[in-house]
């Protein structure tokens, strides 16, 4: 009985570390592809409410898609980049250009 166990215990912490590594190459794909897309000619936008909505939508929508979380599930924006890992939102940055 201890060996299973054992077994148990070492297949979660490698079924762990796993997750862990697929969460941070989404997010290396979403720092290299989806921002960069997303952010391509902010200098020259005039950033308007109804442009922050559809940009932050956009953003959502591909975080939402890739933690494989349906908007059925009602979990807030802010939970999300949590769990991913995002501080702030990307209109922060477009303010900041």
């Excluded at 000619?41 to 308007?48: D, F, Y």
């Excluded at 953003?59 to 494989?68: C, P």
């Excluded at 059925?72 to 769990?83: D, G, M, P, W």
Aim: charged share 30%; with cysteine; glycine share 4%.
């Amino acid at each position: 009985m201890k060996a299973r166990w054992g077994c148990r215990v070492r297949l979660s912490a490698h079924f762990v570390t796993t997750i862990l590594s697929f969460l941070g190459a989404k997010l290396n794909i979403y720092n290299a592809l989806i921002k960069n897309s997303l952010l391509y000619g902010s200098e020259t936008w005039r950033l308007a409410e109804n442009n922050k909505r559809r940009v932050e939508a956009t953003e959502m929508d591909v975080l939402r898609r890739s933690s494989r979380i349906s908007r059925k599930e009602r979990i807030r924006n802010v939970t999300i980049r949590q769990q991913i890992g995002l501080e702030e939102p990307i209109t922060n940055e477009i303010k900041q250009n």
